[in-house]
């Protein structure tokens, strides 16, 4: 795409000629510096949402998947590194047996990671 000023403008019309694929089309000087001002911040919002805003709604995904798929006998690590096997659990809560006769109570959001699940997916 080629822009440049047409010749034959003597009138000072303030178009500008733009030539693509051998079709001249004119565009004016206010369309063309709108293009130039708003161009780089659409390319800007662009660029956010394929480098920050879909892998972070992939991993939030993620995570709720792995949560739901909880049950009761899956070993488990919370976000604060406690290693346990489930023995209960409901809606907001899950009990965790991290020791013989020790059972803790967590909130659900606090499990980070399913170790059952991330075991058998390797095998």
């Known amino acids: 795409m080629q ?5 034959c403008d003597s009138a000072g019309d303030g178009l500008v000629s733009v030539q693509r694929e051998g079709v001249l089309t004119k565009m004016s000087q ?3 510096a709108s293009l130039a001002t708003w161009g780089p911040i659409v ?3 662009v660029i956010f949402y394929f480098l920050l805003y879909r892998p972070q709604k ?3 995904q993620q995570r709720k998947a792995m949560l739901d ?4 006998g899956n070993r488990v690590m919370t976000i ?3 290693y346990g096997t489930i023995e ?3 809606d907001k809560v899950v ?3 991290i020791a013989d006769r020790t059972t803790i109570e967590v909130a659900r959001a606090s499990i980070n990671a399913n170790i059952t699940a991330s075991e058998t997916s390797e095998h």
């Open 80 to 82: 604060g590194g406690i």
């Open 88 to 90: 209960g659990m409901d």
């Open 58 to 60: 992939k991993q939030q």
């Open 69 to 72: 798929a909880l049950q009761v």
């Open 43 to 45: 390319v800007m919002v």
């Open 95 to 97: 009990r965790l047996k």
């Open 3 to 7: 822009i440049k000023r047409n010749p």
């Open 30 to 32: 206010e369309m063309t």
